[in-house]
Structures are given as structure tokens and as C-alpha cells.
């Protein structure tokens, strides 16, 4: 659409203008604003709603004001975005850094800065771009290498001796950084200058990390404890040098503790998953490495003071509760008391007791001599020899009756075992023979009822085959019947249907001839089938010469099928 000027005053007469001036009267004057607004409609009404297709790049998440600003880019332009604030709540595809999206619009410019820019209303994923395609591929064989896996996480030192830092020396990462550190707790800090971006940014950094893990333990440059691979916020382009895997492999490979502080929060590169902490800044990953200082020594003074008072509370409490425990116990002579009374009573009573037990023990004694010098042991001994000697022929006389009683009893029994014996074995003998002579009997039986079974089956076949016999249309043919059948072999059972039949065969008892109805073709010679086949026999041949002997029939016969 042409631009329109917007109207100005008349121009004076041509008299009144100097020749010099008369060709720049003629062009329009233009404001900024003027010239701005009329690019701004011209651009309006010819494209009005869009539709772009790119990869969004510079996501940074909402403005504190709820807009949200980044770019759509390919290959060859990119474009500035914008979504507003109440459209942003509306969008079901939130913008992510790196995502190919079509973005529905209208394009305008912004007159602040001099650009045009298209005011999204609405987003639709289309894929992942190229960088986050390569990203994710990258990511992907790397985690099953096992670099990313937690188990190779190290724990960061809580106070370490120093601070190594991977970042550019010029930029606001560093200041931030020693800012940090100076305010939490100051250490001394070993800064590897690097470039962070552009050709040659990934191997600076991962030449850098592996230089401080080079240098020995105690050696003139002292060695980090933990180090801090950092770099301010930019596009996945800006940050793509910590994406590579040589940066990823020495962050994996070094023995340092490392931190990674890359982009701000909302930025996510190959090195944060490799590191054993990731910082969401770097001012954050300052504040992982160190404490703060203030609060150390406040805790470790609180914690000195809880001690003291703790310890000062408990030796006080000791002392009130020995102090209680010394009131409530008892002095010496009232414990020992009681204790030498008992003992005076003992004594007292030990002397009688002791008599008494002695008068005790010498009335049982002198019992007991008396009981033994009523029952002296000579006496019992002398007895017990006595009684041995009248009873010292009866156990070998009982021994020997009981050893013959128990041997005729033995004898007794081997005769009746011999008998059982011969009784059980003529049983055995007579049960054999009766089954010898069942068994007999029925293999006499079963050959009986086999020979009838046979003779039975045999009256029943030759029955069956004089039946088949008498059934059979051979045995018609034999009493002078003819079998027709047509050319394709099928009975021909009605006259009607030898008349519409090109040829005709006629089976006999003994053999076949061809045929043709009235009107037909000279039959074919006679074909011998079914008993005739093969070679002819005597009976045939003689069946032959009387068929050749035969008078031809009357002229007045002209056909087999006649009425």
C-alpha cells in the first residue's frame, strides 16, 4: 500500500520561491512519529494475521510484567515475539528456549526501536529445532554412557582451602563471583581465564578444567578444592560451548568437585548434568561453594555458649542432687546399730546352743551303738551263709530241668512244623492241579468258539457273495439282457434318448459292441471289455465264429431300436 503523507499548509506562489527551492517544495516533510505510524499501518494492512513457523530462541520466561519476549528464527532471519500478558495464560504450548513452534499473529513495529515484530495470540509445537535435536541426541548418548548417573556425584567441600573459577575474566561473572565470596567468606580464588562462546570456547574450557586438575598436592600453585565452571545468560547458541562433549567428558573425568553456574535459572546445558552441582547462577554456585562466615562464627560461638551453659547446668544439678542424697542418708553408728545388737544376742545365745546340739548328737550315737550291738554284721553274715549252703545243689538242679522242659517243647514244635509244612504243600500241590485242569478245559473251549466263530463267518460270506451274485446286472446280461450306454459312458434308459445319441455301445454277458442310431456313421469294431479284456479266450473265440455263422437278419429289421 503507497504511503500517504498527511495534508500540509498551501505552499506560497511560485514568484515568491527561489528557482534552488522549487524541486524540495515538492517533497512532503515527515516527523519521526509520522513516518513511523505510517509504516506501522502500511505493514498492518498488508499482512495483517500470520502464521510463522520457527525456532524460539531467547526465552527467558515472563517479564516481571507478565509479557513474555523472545525470537522465532531459522535458517536465514529471525524475528522479534511478543505475548502479552493475557494471552500468555490462554496458550496451551508455553514458549521453551530451542522449540520449533507456529506462532498465529499480527505483525506490527514497535517506533522505540525502529523494528518490526510479530504479537503472538497463539502457539502450536512443530518439533524441536536443529540445535535441540542435536542437543537432545547428544544427551541421549552420553546418559547411557553413564555419565549423568547420581552414583558418580560427589559431595562439595564445606569449607574448602581454594576456589578455582572457569569463566571469561572480563565479563560480570567473575565480579559477581569474588563479590560473593568476599561478602560469605573470603578464600583465595584461581581464575582460568576462558572464552565462553564462538570457536574455540569448548576447549578453552575443557583445557581449562583439566590444567586444574593437573596441579599436584602441595606443589607452588596451590591446587582447588572445588571449582566453578561459570557464564552469564545468552541463546542456546551463546551457551552451545558447554553443550560439546569434550567439555561434558573432562567435567566427568575431573576429580575436583565441580560446580557448573551456566545461563541463568531457566537454562539447562550438557555440563549442569555431568557437574556435582548445578548453581542456578553464578552468584548461586559462589554461594554452594563457600559458607557465610558471619553465621559460622555466630553458630560456633551460640554453640560454645550452649556447651559452657550446658555443662555449668549439670555439674549444678549433681551438686543439689548429692546434696539431697547426703541429707537422706544415715550416719554410721545408726546403720551399724541394729547390726551390733543381732550380733549380741548371737553370741549369747551360741553357748547353750552349741551344749544342746552336742546332747543331741551323743543321744543318737550312743541309739545307734545300741541298734548295732543287737544286730551285729557277724550275725547277718553267718545267717546268709547258712541259708547259701542248704540252697547251694537246688539252682543247678532247677537250670537243668528248665533246659530239658524248653528241649522237649522245641522237639514239639519241629514235628508240628513238619507237618504243617507237608500239609501246606499237598494243598499247594492239589490247587495247581485244578487250576491246570480249569486251564485246559478252557483252551479247549476258546478253540471250540474260534473254529464256530469261523464256520459262522465263513456260511455268512458265502451267503452274502450268492446274494452279490444274484443282485449283480452281470448275472441280467447273462439271461440275455443288453446294457446301452451312450458315448460318454452313461446308461441310456428310454428310446427317445438312444435316437439323440451319436453313438451307442451295447454291453454284453461276454463283451461289448458299438453302435449308432439310425442315420448314424458305420459303427466302430466291437470292443471287448470286463471279462474279455486282455486276451480273448476259447469261449470267445467260439462266440465269435457263431456270431460270424449267424444269417443276417431280415430287411424288413432295420434297426435294434425299433418300436
Same mark, same amino acid.
Given at each position: 500500500?503507497?504511503?500517504?503523507?498527511?495534508?500540509?499548509?498551501?505552499?506560497?506562489?511560485?514568484?515568491?520561491?527561489?528557482?534552488?527551492?522549487?524541486?524540495?517544495?515538492n517533497?512532503?516533510?515527515?516527523s519521526?512519529?509520522?513516518?513511523?505510524?505510517?509504516?506501522?499501518?502500511t505493514?498492518?494492512?498488508?499482512?495483517?494475521?500470520?502464521?510463522?513457523?520457527g525456532? *524460539?530462541?531467547?526465552?527467558?520466561?515472563?517479564?516481571?510484567?507478565?509479557?513474555?519476549?523472545?525470537?522465532?528464527?531459522?535458517?536465514?532471519?529471525?524475528?522479534?515475539?511478543?505475548?502479552?500478558?493475557?494471552v500468555?495464560?490462554?496458550?496451551?504450548?508455553?514458549?521453551?528456549?530451542g522449540?520449533?513452534?507456529?506462532?498465529?499473529?499480527r505483525?506490527?513495529?514497535?517506533?522505540?526501536?525502529?523494528?518490526?515484530? *510479530?504479537?503472538?495470540e497463539?502457539?502450536?509445537?512443530?518439533?524441536?529445532g536443529?540445535?535441540?535435536?542435536?542437543?537432545?541426541?547428544?544427551k541421549?548418548?552420553?546418559?547411557?554412557?553413564?555419565?549423568?548417573?547420581?552414583e558418580h556425584?560427589?559431595?562439595?567441600?564445606?569449607?574448602?582451602?581454594?576456589?578455582?573459577?572457569?569463566?571469561?575474566p572480563?565479563?560480570?561473572? $567473575?565480579?559477581d $563471583?569474588?563479590?560473593?565470596?568476599?561478602?560469605?567468606?573470603?578464600?583465595?580464588?584461581?581464575?582460568?581465564?576462558v572464552r565462553?562462546?564462538?570457536?574455540?570456547?569448548?576447549?578453552?574450557?575443557?583445557?581449562?578444567?583439566?590444567?586444574?586438575?593437573?596441579?599436584?598436592?602441595?606443589g607452588?600453585?596451590?591446587?582447588?578444592?572445588?571449582?566453578?565452571?561459570?557464564?552469564?545468560?545468552?541463546?542456546?547458541e551463546?551457551?552451545?560451548?558447554?553443550?560439546?562433549?569434550?567439555?561434558?567428558?573432562?567435567?566427568?573425568?575431573?576429580?575436583?568437585?565441580?560446580?557448573?553456574?551456566?545461563?541463568?535459572?531457566?537454562?539447562?546445558?550438557?555440563?549442569?548434568?555431568?557437574?556435582?552441582?548445578?548453581?542456578p547462577?553464578?552468584t548461586?554456585?559462589?554461594?554452594?561453594?563457600v559458607?557465610?562466615?558471619?553465621?559460622?562464627?555466630a553458630?560456633?560461638?551460640?554453640?560454645?555458649?550452649?556447651g559452657?551453659?550446658?555443662?555449668?547446668?549439670?555439674?549444678?544439678?549433681?551438686?543439689?542432687?548429692?546434696?539431697a542424697?547426703?541429707?537422706a542418708?544415715?550416719?554410721?553408728?545408726?546403720v551399724?546399730?541394729?547390726?551390733?545388737?543381732?550380733?549380741?544376742?548371737?553370741?549369747?545365745?551360741?553357748?547353750?546352743?552349741?551344749?544342746?546340739?552336742?546332747?543331741?548328737?551323743?543321744?543318737?550315737?550312743?541309739?545307734?551303738?545300741?541298734?548295732?550291738?543287737?544286730?551285729?554284721?557277724?550275725?547277718?553274715?553267718?545267717?546268709?551263709?547258712?541259708?547259701?549252703?542248704?540252697?547251694?545243689?537246688?539252682p543247678?538242679?532247677?537250670?537243668?530241668?528248665?533246659?530239658?522242659?524248653?528241649?522237649?517243647?522245641?522237639?514239639?514244635l519241629?514235628?508240628?512244623?513238619?507237618?504243617?509244612?507237608?500239609?501246606?504243600?499237598?494243598r499247594?500241590?492239589?490247587?495247581?492241579?485244578?487250576?491246570?485242569?480249569?486251564? $485246559?478245559?478252557?483252551s479247549d473251549?476258546?478253540a471250540?468258539?474260534?473254529?464256530?466263530?469261523?464256520?459262522?463267518?465263513?456260511?455268512?460270506?458265502?451267503?452274502?457273495?450268492?446274494l452279490?451274485?444274484?443282485?449283480?446286472?452281470?448275472?441280467v446280461?447273462?439271461?440275455?439282457?443288453?446294457?446301452?450306454?451312450?458315448?460318454?459312458?452313461?446308461?441310456?434308459?428310454?428310446?427317445?434318448d438312444?435316437?439323440?445319441?451319436?453313438?451307442?455301445?451295447?454291453?454284453?454277458?461276454?463283451?461289448?459292441?458299438?453302435a449308432?442310431?439310425?442315420?448314424?456313421?458305420?459303427?466302430?469294431a466291437?470292443?471287448?471289455?470286463g471279462?474279455?479284456?486282455?486276451p480273448?479266450?476259447?469261449?470267445?473265440?467260439?462266440?465269435?465264429?457263431?456270431a460270424?455263422?449267424?444269417?443276417a437278419?431280415?430287411?424288413?429289421?432295420?434297426?435294434?431300436?425299433?418300436?
Amino acid at each position: 500500500m503507497p504511503l500517504v503523507p498527511p495534508p500540509r499548509p498551501a505552499a506560497p506562489p511560485a514568484a515568491d520561491i527561489p528557482p534552488s527551492s522549487v524541486l524540495n517544495a515538492n517533497q512532503p516533510e515527515w516527523s519521526v512519529g509520522e513516518l513511523a505510524g505510517a509504516l506501522k499501518r502500511t505493514l498492518e494492512d498488508a499482512f495483517g494475521h500470520v502464521r510463522l513457523r520457527g525456532e *524460539i530462541s531467547g526465552y527467558r520466561g515472563q517479564h516481571g510484567s507478565g509479557h513474555a519476549y523472545f525470537s522465532l528464527k531459522d535458517g536465514q532471519a529471525r524475528i522479534d515475539a511478543v505475548v502479552w500478558k493475557g494471552v500468555f495464560g490462554r496458550l496451551r504450548q508455553k514458549p521453551q528456549e530451542g522449540l520449533e513452534v507456529v506462532a498465529t499473529g499480527r505483525i506490527t513495529t514497535f517506533a522505540g526501536k525502529s523494528s518490526y515484530q *510479530i504479537v503472538v495470540e497463539s502457539l502450536e509445537p512443530a518439533g524441536l529445532g536443529a540445535w535441540m535435536a542435536l542437543l537432545e541426541e547428544r544427551k541421549k548418548q552420553l546418559a547411557a554412557e553413564g555419565l549423568f548417573a547420581p552414583e558418580h556425584k560427589r559431595a562439595i567441600p564445606y569449607l574448602p582451602r581454594v576456589v578455582g573459577v572457569v569463566t571469561s575474566p572480563t565479563g560480570a561473572v $567473575i565480579r559477581d $563471583i569474588l563479590h560473593r565470596l568476599e561478602d560469605r567468606f573470603p578464600r583465595p580464588v584461581l581464575v582460568w581465564p576462558v572464552r565462553v562462546q564462538g570457536d574455540g570456547a569448548a576447549e578453552e574450557v575443557a583445557a581449562a578444567i583439566r590444567g586444574f586438575n593437573a596441579l599436584p598436592a602441595g606443589g607452588p600453585i596451590p591446587r582447588p578444592d572445588v571449582l566453578i565452571v561459570a557464564r552469564g545468560g545468552g541463546s542456546i547458541e551463546d551457551l552451545w560451548a558447554f553443550n560439546e562433549e569434550c567439555v561434558v567428558r573432562a567435567a566427568f573425568a575431573s576429580a575436583i568437585p565441580l560446580i557448573s553456574a551456566v545461563g541463568h535459572e531457566t537454562d539447562t546445558t550438557l555440563i549442569d548434568h555431568v557437574s556435582d552441582r548445578r548453581a542456578p547462577t553464578p552468584t548461586g554456585a559462589a554461594e554452594m561453594a563457600v559458607p557465610v562466615r558471619a553465621d559460622l562464627i555466630a553458630a560456633v560461638a551460640d554453640f560454645a555458649a550452649r556447651g559452657i551453659g550446658a555443662v555449668g547446668r549439670r555439674i549444678e544439678r549433681d551438686r543439689s542432687d548429692l546434696r539431697a542424697l547426703a541429707r537422706a542418708l544415715p550416719s554410721a553408728d545408726t546403720v551399724l546399730a541394729a547390726k551390733r545388737q543381732r550380733l549380741d544376742l548371737a553370741e549369747a545365745r551360741l553357748a547353750p546352743a552349741l551344749a544342746a546340739g552336742a546332747s543331741r548328737h551323743r543321744a543318737r550315737l550312743q541309739l545307734l551303738l545300741d541298734r548295732l550291738a543287737r544286730r551285729s554284721p557277724d550275725v547277718a553274715l553267718a545267717n546268709a551263709r547258712a541259708r547259701l549252703a542248704r540252697i547251694d545243689h537246688r539252682p543247678l538242679q532247677a537250670l537243668r530241668n528248665d533246659v530239658q522242659r524248653r528241649g522237649e517243647a522245641l522237639v514239639q514244635l519241629g514235628r508240628r512244623l513238619v507237618v504243617a509244612r507237608d500239609a501246606s504243600l499237598e494243598r499247594a500241590r492239589a490247587l495247581q492241579g485244578r487250576r491246570t485242569d480249569r486251564l $485246559i478245559a478252557l483252551s479247549d473251549r476258546l478253540a471250540q468258539a474260534g473254529a464256530r466263530g469261523v464256520e459262522r463267518r465263513r456260511d455268512r460270506l458265502e451267503g452274502l457273495a450268492g446274494l452279490l451274485g444274484s443282485l449283480s446286472y452281470r448275472a441280467v446280461l447273462e439271461r440275455g439282457y443288453v446294457l446301452v450306454r451312450d458315448a460318454a459312458g452313461m446308461p441310456v434308459r428310454r428310446a427317445a434318448d438312444a435316437a439323440a445319441a451319436l453313438r451307442l455301445s451295447l454291453q454284453f454277458a461276454d463283451g461289448t459292441v458299438a453302435a449308432v442310431p439310425e442315420g448314424g456313421s458305420e459303427p466302430a469294431a466291437p470292443a471287448r471289455t470286463g471279462r474279455q479284456v486282455g486276451p480273448a479266450s476259447a469261449s470267445g473265440r467260439a462266440a465269435d465264429k457263431r456270431a460270424a455263422a449267424k444269417p443276417a437278419p431280415p430287411a424288413r429289421q432295420r434297426s435294434l431300436f425299433d418300436a
